[in-house]
Structures are given as structure tokens and as C-alpha cells.
């Protein structure tokens, strides 16, 4: 058997008896979903305006539903995302501060890293913070250039002070 378009032999017919490779397929796949794209879109946006109560109703049921399953997914997400989550919420905060500049989780790691897990200004191996240089509230940036990794004890220390000051904690 070989294809209708492409003459490429074939080993079997799709559903409905279409005697049409794979390949073929999905460039008349794609190029038909192109066609209707905008009409498949429309139609989208017009069902869930119609049926916006409905819509909510089903979503309803299914949280209810599967209310484990959904807790036990969002969590596995989270414990394998926990630094892009962490990323996000310093970003926020710093957005709520004024700063328009982002760290990824990506800089941070870098960051740490390149300071081998340690504070910056007591060189101990304890639980890392974010400490910016210069402070947010003070003109500083939330970017790599600005923040250190501190341990708690000596970012609420340091505050809003400029980093001079924390020479005699080291």
C-alpha cells in the first residue's frame, strides 16, 4: 500500500481508511488547523462566555473529586520546583519595594555557589539569605551585581545599613 500523496509506501491505513503516511498527515494536519485556526478560536471564546456558569460548575466537581490527587500534584510540583517558587517570591517582594530588575533561581544558585554555600560576612555554612547590597529601600537593584547570601542572623543585622558597617561582624 503507498500513500495518496506522497507515493511513500505505508504499512496500514489511518482511521477512516486513509491511505496517507504519517508525514503527510501532519503537514495536512497542520495546515488545516492554520485554515481554521481563527474560526476554532472564535468559537472557543464564544462557548465559554455562553456556558461561563457550566464551565465553573464541571471545574467544581473535578476539585471536589479529586481533591487528593490534585494536592498530591501541586505538592510533587512544588518540591521539584522550590527554587523557581522562592525565585518568584523575592522577585515579587522586590517588586513591591520598587525594583524592576529580576534575579533568576538560576543567578542565585550562581551566586551561592561561587560564595561555596557560606555568608558573605561571617564565611559560616548556615541556611542562606538574599542580602542586598545596596538596599531596595535605599536605590539598589535586585539583580546578581547587588545580592550576597547572608545567614539570618547577619542580614537583620546589616538591615538597611551599607555594607561598610558589617566589616567588623566578619
Avoid at 560576612?121 to 538574599?130: E, G, V
Wanted: charged share 25%.
Amino acid at each position: 500500500m503507498v500513500c495518496c500523496r506522497c507515493s511513500d509506501p505505508i504499512e496500514h491505513t489511518r482511521s477512516h481508511g486513509w491511505r496517507i503516511c504519517e508525514v503527510c498527515f501532519r503537514v495536512w494536519q497542520s495546515r488545516n488547523y492554520a485554515k481554521k485556526r481563527e474560526k476554532k478560536i472564535a468559537y472557543q471564546a464564544r462557548y465559554q462566555v455562553e456556558h461561563h456558569v457550566a464551565i465553573l460548575l464541571r471545574q467544581r466537581r473535578y476539585r471536589v473529586a479529586n481533591r487528593r490527587f490534585i494536592v498530591l500534584r501541586n505538592r510533587s510540583y512544588y518540591l521539584a520546583h522550590k527554587e523557581e517558587f522562592f525565585a518568584a517570591a523575592r522577585n515579587r517582594a522586590a517588586m513591591k519595594r520598587g525594583a524592576v530588575d529580576r534575579l533568576t533561581a538560576a543567578q542565585w544558585r550562581e551566586i551561592v555557589e561561587f560564595f561555596d554555600y557560606r555568608c558573605a560576612y561571617c564565611l559560616q555554612r548556615l541556611p542562606l539569605t538574599q542580602d542586598h547590597v545596596i538596599a531596595l529601600s535605599r536605590g539598589g537593584t535586585h539583580t546578581a551585581e547587588n545580592v550576597v547570601p547572608a545567614c539570618l542572623p547577619h542580614n537583620l543585622e546589616k538591615s538597611t545599613k551599607p555594607v561598610f558597617f558589617m566589616t567588623q561582624a566578619a
